[in-house]
């Protein structure tokens, strides 16, 4: 996986992303849409124009669901039947605006096995209890040269969230 220190991400694709540092000029420039709201999207129809008229779409909620959400096994499925197909349809209806799932971190909870090139989310220092969240969302994009990590720009640099530019 890949570094990413550059914006796009903030126009293009979607992210998971907990950092303070990364999140916060998204939170001051426009609303945070409810998980609930964006998911009902799939069902009510799309707005012809994100929320706030920009390029990005703040989404929150996902962590609070993934922490509640049962057994690992059954937050994968949940995110593979909700998130994934709500991430191919906003790709289809907004291709040039970025979908961000703020997370409330620690950063803690994201590990990044470099053996699968995925990143897990959990409390459990046993990855096989906590659950494939980028695998979840993005598939096999999740993997390679389309998955990114996002650095943040302070002195000290390091993982603030991950990026894909496009799930098939």
Not at 50 to 65: E, N, W
Not at 104 to 109: E, I, K, M
Not at 133 to 139: P, V
Request: aromatic content about 8%; some cysteine.
């Amino acid at each position: 996986m890949k570094d990413m220190d550059a914006t796009t991400w903030k126009r293009r694709g979607s992210s998971i992303v907990w950092s303070p540092d990364l999140l916060g000029s998204l939170i001051m420039d426009g609303g945070v849409v409810p998980l609930r709201t964006a998911l009902c999207w799939m069902t009510d129809g799309f707005p012809d124009d994100t929320p706030d008229g920009g390029k990005t779409v703040l989404i929150g909620g996902l962590q609070a669901i993934l922490e509640t959400a049962g057994t690992t096994e059954e937050q994968y499925d949940w995110l593979r039947a909700n998130i994934m197909p709500f991430l191919r349809s906003v790709q289809g209806h907004w291709p040039r605006v970025g979908i961000v799932f703020g997370m409330t971190g620690p950063r803690n909870l994201f590990h990044l096995s470099e053996g699968d090139d995925l990143v897990y989310f959990g409390r459990s220092k046993d990855r096989s209890k906590n659950v494939r969240i980028t695998l979840g969302m993005w598939n096999g994009a999740a993997m390679g040269e389309g998955a990114f990590r996002l650095m943040t720009t302070g002195a000290k640099k390091e993982v603030g969230g991950y990026h894909v530019n496009h799930i098939s």
